[in-house]
């Protein structure tokens, strides 16, 4: 296939894409409303009237967010609003999750992340990971060193941010092995080429997979845990979390990086002009400056005091005074606030009065409309609670279950469900629409909520089948060396097995014997 087919072969895949969008988006701003309708209008016993009434509202909003005829910030706004307007709250309530600690951590994350993008911190790391002396020119080992970076670096910032850092970075790669080719006679098309795809992938999949190694790492976890915070007074510190995520994102990056590497190998041994490529990014980074060893510190403070709980834990107990006290002092949310408010003290030219970072900048960096899904979704699922309908809901999943279900079934059953709504729709809205539904379904079957939680969280990070259904699947399959087929093959694979082989182990026996009988 000649460059100019592809193209056209893309430039047509990509308007069934737009046209696939506009009916999606059509259809849920017509169903949307008469759904609802027909939802106030069908008599449902034992429901009171204020739930009944939500659950209208609720079936409005969840609609809205898979099918998106509206922002789905706007969506997450739209929910308390309507909430209040129709009774079945006060505006006090139901903008109160608005304000939630959980708010204020995801926060100073994304602070802290946008200093260290500003200040090219992340690329230094990169950089220094690709120039290590065991990657080399080798193809398999430079497959593994970009995904490892991907990785590492999306536990701490935004997977969106990483896959846009690192996707240049890939391309050159790969335009040095075209060159490579080129200089020994033989012309490739890299739209043709397996490790393109195969490099494309990985630095996709790995930005997803790094997610879910610390609560920052991607929405869902966040979400996940504060669900468990306000509907079932759980709480789970940053290190309780890191441990699990530690173990999933390694394996999950074992079964993909094997999966990848097979179906999509270098037909080389040797990438000759890999590792001048690399040195070259690395030079032209120059040393470390004031602002990225300010940007350093700041990160440092919020990474020490979110794991320091998690080591007095162990070597004080659960019951030491001294732990209580820092928990007081320091949560999840302050620490994450301390790292971040500190870049805007330390100086990095104290005769200018510039400091590491300004207002603008961080404000720039803050995916407000990512907060505002999270606040409307706290909002949405604190109503649910508090009205009976998540109690009610709860009881229906459980009798459809059969009345008995085993903690296997109640996580598979979930874990799936996040899975396939991820894959058709943002993995944020997602997860807010399942959350509230497999936290109350485990209470309503006499089971701890927590592994259920978490494998609503790690679920939502496998959405690897489509370009929507996250964005570095977007980014990547923006390059045309992706096709949709391949994507949609190797997905399915690294979902199906990540959850039957990962996720679920993972939360039935990791996460019961980190948090033991809460």
Known sequence: MSTEEAKSQSDKIHEAELAFDRKRRTFGMICGPICAILVIMTPIANLPWEAHKLLAIMTLIALWWITEPIPIPVTSLLGPTLAVIFGVTTAKTAYEAFANPMIFLF????????????????RKFAFALLSMSWVGSNPRRIFLAVGLACALCSGWVSNTATAAMMFPIALGLLEAIKEMFAANGKKIELHEYKYATGLMLMTAYSCSIGGVLTPIGTPPNIIMLGFL????????????????????????????????????PADVKRIDGAEAFIAEKRRALGGWTRAQK???????????????PGILNIVLGPDSSILKMYGKLFPEAIAAMAGALLLFFLPVNWKEREFTLNWKDAAAGVEWGTLILFGGGLAMGGMMYKTGLSTWVGDCIVGWMGGEPSLFMMVAIFSVMALLLSELSSHTAATNMIGPLGVTAAMAAGFSPIPVAVGIALSSSLGFMLPVSTPPNAIVYASGYVPITKMIKTGVYIDFIGIFCVTIPIVLYLVEFVVGAR
């Open 294 to 308: 300010n940007t350093l510190v700041g990160f440092c403070v919020a990474v020490v005091l979110w794991v320091t």
């Open 107 to 122: 926060m100073g994350g994304f602070i802290i992340a946008k200093g260290m993008m500003m200040h090219g911190l992340d």
């Open 229 to 264: 915070d306000q509907m079932a007074n759980i709480h789970i510190s940053f290190f309780e979390w890191m441990i699990w995520g530690s173990v999933a994102m390694v394996v999950y990056f074992i079964i993909t990086y094997l999966l990848l590497v097979n179906m999509f």
